[in-house]
């Protein structure tokens, strides 16, 4: 089994994210990329009460894209989401930058990839990531090193 649902934008574009909620944590990955985990903590603390949820994704917050595209005046933010178990499951990405969205939403599920990559190496990509002697972005800032959103925590402590 694997789930991820995070934040994915530079150091300095998740700090103004985070701001002081004291639920949130960042990851340094590979590429010059950090990832704040969308930990259920996290989750309750930034949802918006009575507010939309954003259509094709599973954990993230309603209401939560508004401050995602109000961050992205820092540098570019992606939201991503994936699960899957024994090679099937699915995959989403958005990509905000200067208050609009710029990639996205882009779901796959149970099929083949499309040729210009997944929902989240895409994403990457949008951010800059370069995919270099990896199988691809996604490989790249080794977003394959925890198997679950969860996991990622004790590093970031």
């Known amino acids: 089994m694997y789930c991820l649902e995070a934040v994915v934008a530079g150091e300095a574009v998740l700090r103004e994210l985070a701001g002081s909620v004291r639920q949130a944590r960042i990851v340094a990955l590979d590429g010059h990329v950090s990832l704040l985990p969308m930990t259920d903590a996290f989750s309750d603390a930034v949802t918006v009460a009575g507010a939309p949820r954003l259509d094709g994704f599973r954990k993230i917050p309603a209401g939560f894209e508004a401050v995602l595209a109000a961050c992205s005046a820092v540098g570019p933010v992606a939201y991503v989401e994936a699960e899957f178990f024994g090679g099937v499951g699915v995959q989403s990405a ?64």
Request: hydrophobic share 35%; charged share 30%; no cysteine.
């Open 94 to 157: 958005q990509v905000w930058e200067r208050g609009e969205v710029v990639l996205g939403p882009l779901h796959v599920e149970d099929e083949p990839h499309p040729a210009e990559g997944n929902p989240i190496s895409r994403a990457l990509r949008r951010l800059g990531v370069a995919r270099g002697g990896h199988f691809d972005e996604f490989d790249a800032v080794g977003l394959g090193r925890h198997r679950r959103t969860g996991d990622w925590l004790p590093l970031a402590d």
